[in-house]
């Protein structure tokens, strides 16, 4: 759609902020922008575009003949057989246009009535591709929140859901965005066509999709490069991101890639959570399926940071954020939009929006979940289980300290190729809560908090001999070699240079969210030698194991102040045998067990750093024996405080925003307003009845 179609037509629940087209400036900033992109080799290849098209030819002869054999097996007419049919349709990244180098391919089955999915595809269509050479790593996973077929083929990683709709004669143009396909569909069934609806409903209510397409890119790119690209861990996921830019275009809709980058980041660190970011009004439909309503569903009070899909049944895709994550997506969010100011600026480059986020350098203390299995594909089953659940754990230990202990998850796991098992290790950086006053000797006892997260995992219905899992406690400078990409841990550093910036000119902020700013003088050499040192680092992009740290530290372990514990026993699958000498004492694992030359020992870290060690710590402390931590404040007291660098608006009225009427009808922060919103004010409003339509209220609350 053009630019000039966007001056008279609305898109979105509101008006747009700005309807300016861009200047000659941010037509060459587009064009440096859209220069790195392609640099960076986010766009696949001519070759990598016509094998995965091959990929999905050959997947759709292979669904045609399975469901022609099905249709001949149950006794329907030649003529039946001969006009059977079933579609390979694609969502995600394909479908939107914004496939990579090495994505994988999300891809939906569609099939007639009479196909159905427990027996005929988990199974029937299962042993098909079990029996093709090109398909590897053949992983069904039908008890999934969305059943799922997960393979690679040629070598392209394909996540294959299945839906039958109510027809017996699949129809080669089928619609897929008619609500018709829902009719006498199971919920699972719902869930599964629901990917390719958003897609095609996102794609329809953009202005321009290529503007829409380039600047998704973008933020998916920086998503990654910063740790917030996740779904699983309670960050956000494609879909998410997807909403999220299409609303910013909405708000902006003749703006180009580079000035919708910037506005983006602009928004979304003013926006009211837990106000929901909507594309479109939510359509209620008499098939009866539950949509996203807080006024109704109690579950949806709780949602903190609401992204609405646009397809009906209409719904929450972000609800596996959790307070811990959303705050560290509002740090990286805070990040993005001061280096697009600068960038506006001329004062930074775009690669510099791009620096990765140093994971394993910006905490004290870690929890490791370790993670075996008998061979690699009973870890990938294993793996995919504990993953799932991980989230989980960080909203145990949100509970369970009444959020004073913060998490952040890594969103990608982590193996050492030296361990002879099949492992991989998740990771979770601990912190208090900033601002909380930190009473003398207190301590976080999340032993129950583990054990129950063990329980929850051991419930896995598909369990093997050989599946273990390791919870760990580790110090910063303790971490494993295998996290770093050269190999070897570096000596502590700041956070990186575009990192203070935006803690230094947050101040403001800082205050609403309890955070503490602290001086420390630095010469500009130290700072460039530090900015140069951490770009040679990526987050979370190498491996680690429990025994890597005896491995690669030959001389006596340091000392740290412990508290020894031995097992009291261990859950199905567990090597145990170990006899309990406290009755007060959770989990603990032998050395052997780790892999360790020596018993593992649980960390009671201390609230001042400077106690005398009673003892000799071991290289990794099991969590589960004694969880007691202290001195958690993680946070790196490395911060300037300088000026804030003011924005440039460029085409963009800023006095739109300060505006306290904006303020009434947006979600949108102004300057006096609060860093996030709690539920209550949302819910206040809904519970009064100051309007009898959801829509209603978000219209009051949407940028308009």
């Keep these: 759609m053009g630019s000039t179609e966007g001056l008279v037509k609305q898109f979105g629940v509101t008006k747009p902020i700005s309807m300016a087209g861009p200047s000659a400036v941010d037509l060459q900033k587009t064009r440096e922008l859209e220069k790195f992109l392609v640099n960076s080799g986010l766009y696949e290849s001519d070759g990598e575009a016509a094998k995965r098209e091959a990929v999905l030819a050959r997947l759709r002869e292979l669904v045609k003949d399975w469901v022609k ?5 149950r006794g329907y007419t030649d003529q039946m057989v001969e006009d059977a049919n079933a579609l390979i349709l694609t969502f995600g990244s394909c479908c939107l246009g914004v496939s990579g180098p090495g994505a994988d391919i999300d891809a939906l089955c569609v099939g007639p009535s009479y196909i159905n999915r427990d027996e005929d595809f988990f199974y029937i269509f299962h042993d098909i591709l079990a029996q093709l050479v090109e398909v590897t790593e053949l992983q069904p996973i039908p008890d999934a929140h969305v059943p799922v077929m997960k393979f690679k083929f040629d070598g392209i990683s394909i996540d294959l859901l299945y839906a039958s709709v109510s027809v017996l004669v699949v129809p080669e143009d089928l619609d897929i965005s008619d609500v018709s396909v829902l009719y ?25 999709t290529e503007h829409f397409r380039t600047a998704l890119r973008c933020l998916k790119f920086w ?6 690209y996740s779904n699983v861990t309670g960050f956000l996921g494609g879909v998410n991101w997807a909403i999220l830019v299409a609303r910013v275009c909405q708000l902006y809709p003749n703006a180009v890639p580079s000035m919708l980058v910037s506005r983006f980041f602009r928004v979304y660190t003013q926006w009211r959570w837990p106000i929901p970011v909507m594309l479109c009004e939510i359509e209620e439909e008499e098939l009866g399926f539950p949509v996203w309503d807080p006024r109704k569903n109690h579950r949806d009070r709780t949602h903190h940071m609401p992204i609405i899909t646009p397809a009906y049944p209409c719904m929450n895709s972000s609800y596996n954020v959790s307070p811990s994550t959303l705050r560290v997506m509002m740090e990286q969010l805070e990040f993005g939009n001061k ?21 394993f350098e910006s905490y004290k203390n870690y929890l490791q979940v370790d993670i075996i299995a008998a061979d690699a594909d009973d870890l990938r089953s294993w793996r995919g289980w504990v993953e799932s659940r991980f989230r989980q754990l960080t909203l145990m230990i949100e509970r369970d300290t009444l959020g004073k202990l913060q998490c952040h998850p890594c969103p990608h796991d982590l193996f050492d190729p030296s361990r002879q098992r099949a492992h991989c290790a998740f990771f979770m950086g601990l912190q208090r809560k900033q601002g909380e006053v930190a009473e003398e000797g207190q301590q976080f006892d999340i032993r129950a908090t583990v054990d129950e997260f063990r329980n929850s995992i051991n419930m896995y219905s598909y369990w093997k001999p050989g599946m273990d899992i390791y919870v760990s406690h580790v110090r ?42 602290h001086k420390r003088k630095c010469s500009s050499e130290d700072v460039s030698g530090q900015l140069v040192k951490r770009r040679s680092l990526s987050p979370c992009g190498a491996s680690v194991s429990p025994d890597s740290v005896l491995h690669n530290y030959g001389s006596p372990l340091p000392e740290c ?32 067990d780790l892999g360790l030359t020596s018993s593992a020992s649980t960390v009671s870290v201390a609230e001042k750093s400077d106690i005398p060690s009673t003892s000799t710590c071991s290289a990794v402390s099991v969590l589960t024996s004694n969880g007691f931590f202290r001195d958690l404040d993680s946070e790196f007291k490395a911060n300037e405080e300088g ?5 440039s608006e460029g085409s963009v009225n800023q006095s739109l925003i300060q505006n306290d009427s904006f303020e009434e009808v947006s979600g949108l922060l102004t300057a006096k307003g609060d860093f996030m919103k709690s539920n209550a004010a949302l819910l206040v409003q809904l519970e009064v009845g100051q309007s009898s339509n959801l829509m209603d209220i978000c219209r009051n609350l949407d940028p308009q």
Excluded: H
Aim: hydrophobic share 30%.
């Design 339 to 359: 280096i697009c100011q600068d960038i506006e600026l001329n004062k930074a480059r775009w690669g510099s929006l791009f620096e990765p986020y140093m994971f």
């Design 643 to 647: 000026e804030k660098i003011s924005s």
């Design 223 to 228: 998503a990654k490069k910063r740790g917030v």
């Design 69 to 73: 054999q099905l249709t001949r097996l």
């Design 184 to 208: 006498n569909a199971d919920e699972a069934t719902v869930r599964s066509l629901n990917g390719c609806r958003v897609a095609d409903q996102i794609l329809k209510l953009v202005p321009n």
């Design 476 to 517: 910063r400078k303790l971490l494993p070699a295998f996290v770093f990409p050269e190999g070897y841990k570096r000596s502590r550093l700041s956070r990186s240079l575009g990192d203070q910036r935006v803690q230094s000119s947050s101040s403001p902020k800082d205050e609403v969210n309890g955070g503490r700013s």
């Design 561 to 592: 102040d412990v508290t020894p514990v031995v097992d009291r026993g261990s859950p199905p699958g567990m090597v145990s045998g170990y006899e309990s000498t406290d009755k007060n004492t959770v989990l603990d694992y032998g050395a052997k």
